[in-house]
C-alpha cells in the first residue's frame, strides 16, 4: 500500500501477524548463509503481492535495491527517507530504487544504476545475491526487488532532489516478526491490507531523542516477503 490521501498511517488498527513464526536467528542472517540461501533458494511463496488498484495506468516495470550492510556486528537494511515534494511516494520510506529503463540491461543494473543515483552508493560496493518476487502497486509499478550485499566500506552521498535522509536499520529487527504490524482499513468499500515495522532509531540523535522510522506499505511488504523466504529456508 503505496498511498492514500487524507490518513495517517501511523493511527490505523494493526495487530500481530497471527502465525506464530519464530525470528529468524543470528547464524542464519549471516552474509555466507545468505548468499547459500539465494544459490538454493526454497519452496516457497511471497505473502504481499499486489495492492488494490487505485490508478488505471499501463504496467511499468521498476526495480529496487535491498541492501544489506555488512556491519562487524551484524547485517543492517540501508533505507532512504524520500523528500517530501516527489510525486511518486514522497516523505515515505524507501528501498533505493525506481523504473527501469530502456537502457539498463536488467533489473539487477537498474536497481544498482538507481542507488547510485539516488545515494551514490557505487556498484563496486554491492555484492548482488538475487532478486525476490515482484511486487505490483496500486499505481502500477511491477517492482523486483534485487537483494545486495553491501560492504561498510561503501560512500554514501545523498541526491537532495529525491532523499532527505539514509539510515540503517539491523536486519534481524526487520527478520523478527514480533515487529512486523498488520494493520487492515476498509475505504471506499474496498478492505486494504499492509504491514508496518516501526524503528526508533537511536543513531540520529542519540539515545535520549530517538527518531521513529515509520516503515510501511511497499517497502514494509517487501522486507515480510524477504522474511518468508529465510524463515522457509530455515525451516527445512
Do not use: C
Request: proline share 9%.
Amino acid at each position: 500500500m503505496t498511498a492514500l490521501k487524507g490518513f495517517d498511517p501511523r493511527t490505523t488498527p494493526w495487530t500481530l501477524p497471527s502465525a506464530n513464526w519464530s525470528p529468524i536467528a543470528p547464524k542464519d542472517l549471516m552474509a555466507d548463509r545468505l548468499k547459500w540461501i539465494f544459490k538454493n533458494p526454497p519452496e516457497w511463496s511471497p505473502e504481499v503481492k499486489r495492492e488494490h488498484a487505485w490508478e488505471e495506468r499501463t504496467p511499468k516495470a521498476a526495480a529496487v535495491l535491498i541492501p544489506i550492510v555488512l556491519r562487524a556486528d551484524e547485517g543492517h537494511v540501508l533505507l532512504t527517507q524520500r523528500t517530501q515534494h516527489l510525486t511518486s511516494h514522497g516523505g515515505q520510506i524507501a528501498f533505493p530504487g525506481g523504473k527501469v529503463d530502456d537502457d539498463d540491461a536488467s533489473v539487477e543494473d537498474a536497481a544498482l544504476r538507481e542507488a547510485k543515483e539516488e545515494v551514490g552508493l557505487s556498484p563496486e560496493f554491492v555484492e548482488v545475491l538475487g532478486r525476490m518476487p515482484s511486487y505490483v502497486t496500486g499505481s502500477g509499478f511491477h517492482i523486483t526487488p534485487v537483494v545486495g550485499l553491501v560492504s561498510p566500506h561503501m560512500q554514501i552521498t545523498p541526491n537532495p532532489e529525491e532523499v532527505d535522509e539514509v539510515f540503517e536499520v539491523p536486519l534481524s529487527f526487520l527478520m523478527n516478526p514480533a515487529n512486523h504490524r498488520f494493520h487492515e482499513m476498509e475505504r471506499e468499500g474496498v478492505m486494504r491490507r499492509w504491514y508496518s515495522m516501526p524503528y526508533m532509531d537511536t543513531h540520529t540523535a542519540g539515545p535520549s531523542q530517538p527518531t521513529e522510522r515509520f516503515i510501511w506499505g511497499v517497502t514494509a511488504g517487501m522486507l515480510r516477503n524477504f522474511y518468508r523466504l529465510l524463515l522457509a529456508a530455515n525451516s527445512l
